[in-house]
C-alpha cells in the first residue's frame, strides 16, 4: 500500500514568488492535515482538510492557503514567499481526526 | 499556548549505551505521541500514551508519561545505529484527540555512533 506521497522533493523559488505543494494520502483516508516544519521551530500545524473543506488553520497568515480535490489529494499553496518561510513542509493524512496520521517525506521549500 | 520542552536538544552517544531523552510541559496533555524522525523523511509513530503513570516497551524503548500526564521520557537500552533520528514528543490537549490540535516539542536529535 502506497504512503503518503509529495511533490516536489525540493523546491527552490526567489522571495515574492509562488510555491504549490502538493500531497497524495493514503488511499481511503480523507483527512490531510499540512505543518511546518522550520529549523529549530518544531512542527507547527498549518491546516486540515478533511471531506474537501478546510476545517482549521494555524497561526499563518492569509497568503498560506490550499485546497483538498474531490480525490482527497491536497494543494498547499503560499504567495508572496518570505525568506522566512523557508522550511520542511510536512503533509500527513488519517482516515478521521481521531486516528493515526501518517506523515510523507516532506518538501524542502528553500527562498532565496 | 501549551509549549513541550524537549531536553536534551542534542545528543551523541557509542552503540551499546543507553540513553533517556525528556518531554516537559507546564500544561496537562490527555494524551502524548512519540516519533522518529529519521533524515529526508516524514516523522513516524512509535507509541500513544494517554494514562497517567503509563509505562510502554517497544522492543528497546521504553516510554513513560508523567503521573500528572505533563512529561514523558523516552529510554533506550543499547543504542545501536538505526536508532538515529530526531526523536520527537507530541501532545493531545484534549480526549478527543484530533490529530490537527498536536503541539510539537522542537525535538532530540540523536546520533548513534559505530
Known amino acids: 500500500e502506497a504512503g503518503v506521497t509529495q511533490s516536489p522533493t525540493h523546491l527552490i523559488k526567489t522571495s515574492g514568488q509562488q510555491a504549490t505543494l502538493r500531497c497524495s494520502p493514503i488511499s481511503g483516508h480523507t483527512s490531510v492535515y499540512w505543518y511546518q516544519q522550520a529549523l529549530g521551530l518544531g512542527l507547527q500545524f498549518l491546516l486540515w482538510y478533511d471531506e474537501g473543506e478546510e476545517r482549521n488553520r494555524g497561526n499563518f497568515p492569509p497568503r498560506f492557503s490550499g485546497r483538498q480535490f474531490p480525490n482527497y489529494s491536497s494543494e498547499l499553496n503560499v504567495n508572496a514567499l518570505e525568506l522566512e518561510d523557508s522550511a520542511l513542509y510536512l503533509c500527513a493524512s488519517s482516515f478521521d481526526t481521531n486516528t493515526e496520521a501518517f506523515f510523507g517525506q516532506g518538501t524542502r521549500l528553500t527562498v532565496v | 499556548t501549551q509549549l513541550l520542552e524537549q531536553s536534551p536538544q542534542f545528543l551523541s552517544i557509542q552503540e551499546g549505551e543507553n540513553l533517556t531523552v525528556y518531554c516537559n510541559s ?79 516539542g522542537k525535538g532530540t536529535l540523536l546520533t548513534v555512533n559505530p
Open chain 2, 26 to 104: 507546564s500544561s496537562v496533555f490527555s494524551s502524548l505521541q512519540w516519533y522518529r524522525q529519521e533524515p529526508g523523511e516524514g516523522p513516524v509513530l512509535l507509541v500513544t500514551v494517554v494514562t497517567g503513570g503509563e509505562v510502554k516497551k517497544l522492543k528497546r524503548l521504553t516510554f513513560q508519561f508523567g503521573d500528572a500526564r505533563k512529561d514523558s521520557s523516552l529510554h533506550i537500552t543499547a543504542a545501536q545505529t538505526g536508532d538515529t533520528g530526531l526523536y520527537l514528543c507530541a501532545g493531545a490537549a484534549d480526549s478527543g484527540g484530533s490529530n490537527y490540535k498536536l503541539t510539537f
